[in-house]
């Protein structure tokens, strides 16, 4: 049997393939906006696409849907708006399109929002968005490899969003635009609410420049943003050296806020996403761990998470799972 995941990133469409082994493969942002990649092509290079049980996938906020939904009962590709998401990169609404008339069984993650039943109720009223979905994949993927009950998962990448989940459920979780930094993405501070009062900038402008690409002063395109201060950093940049300080600074602040208000003892820490797991270049997984293993051990997981969670959800739903660290599937 053969099931595949899906994650629909920031830079790029992220594809895990499980059957007798593990295959990953991405298609980078502008690749699908020059409508130069075919998902469907490219998965059937590695997969028969007859011999897929089930795919799992996830778009963009995921807030127009709040359980796991079969594809062809979902309405406008289960989003409110495409307004407040960040910069449009293109490309994830072909793929999306092209999986959905493809004829491969699929099924589609929603995000976390104020309409997601499992989440603590005063996060729900403190907060109308909590995550994308494909944060729900990554934190599978993080249940099915540790085992952990009571954990909080970070993905850090192009933003950083961190999930509490307690007894096996996703109880809350910081979105990119109220928490930490990310490399592109981070929270609105005051200067910008008066820039986006003053119709000097908007709100998705704003937010799409507020991670660490605001302190290190990098304005390039999001696919390139991260090798860009990377490269500065390694050459000694001092905007640079802060703007990475920065983030993990912010990193750090919001896992020991969720931790501080977690109900139940926290088993682990795991950390995720193309920055959360680096080790080379620069060590951002060490320097985390450093600042937070007194909560709880600190795990890493690779960056291929989000495709690889989609695709153990896309199995876990095709055996009969009826709910998902508290999301429910919908037949």
Request: charged share 25%.
């Amino acid at each position: 049997m053969v099931f595949v995941g899906m994650d629909h990133g920031t830079t790029g469409v992220s594809f895990t393939v499980l059957g007798n082994e593990r295959v990953h493969f991405r298609i980078g942002r502008e690749e699908l906006s020059a409508g130069k990649a075919s998902a469907v092509e490219e998965l059937s290079k590695r997969v028969e696409i007859e011999s897929i049980e089930l795919m799992a996938i996830t778009y963009a906020m995921g807030d127009g849907i709040s359980a796991i939904t079969p594809i062809e009962k979902v309405k406008d590709r289960g989003i409110i708006s495409m307004g407040g998401a960040g910069k449009v990169t293109g490309g994830g609404t072909a793929v999306y399109d092209e999986i959905r008339e493809s004829g491969i069984p699929t099924v589609l993650i929603p995000g976390l929002h104020k309409n997601t039943p499992c989440l603590d109720p005063r996060f729900k009223a403190a907060y109308s968005h909590h995550a994308s979905p494909e944060k729900i994949s990554i934190s599978y993927n993080a249940y099915k490899e540790t085992g952990f009950d009571n954990m909080l998962v970070s993905d850090i990448s192009s933003n950083t969003v961190t999930m509490l989940i307690e007894d096996g459920q996703i109880k809350g979780a910081m979105d990119a635009c109220i928490g930490a930094m990310g490399i592109v993405h981070g929270p609105l501070d005051l200067e910008m609410l008066r820039d986006i009062d003053d119709g000097t900038k908007t709100a998705n402008e704003c937010f799409s420049n507020a991670g660490a690409v605001k302190v290190a002063g990098v304005d390039t395109k999001v696919a390139r943003a991260k090798d860009e201060i990377l490269k500065m950093y390694l050459e000694g940049n001092k905007k640079a050296k802060l703007a990475i300080e920065t983030m993990i600074m912010t990193i750090n602040m919001e896992i020991w806020g969720l931790a501080g208000i977690a109900n139940k003892p926290i088993e682990g820490i795991i950390l995720t996403g193309s920055i959360g797991s680096m080790q080379e270049l620069i060590d951002i997984f060490g320097r985390v761990k450093e600042n937070v293993q007194d909560i709880a051990p600190v795990v890493n997981l690779p960056a291929t998470s989000g495709s690889v969670g989609s695709a153990q959800i896309a199995e876990a739903v095709f055996e009969g799972k009826k709910e998902i660290l508290g999301i429910k599937v919908k037949g």
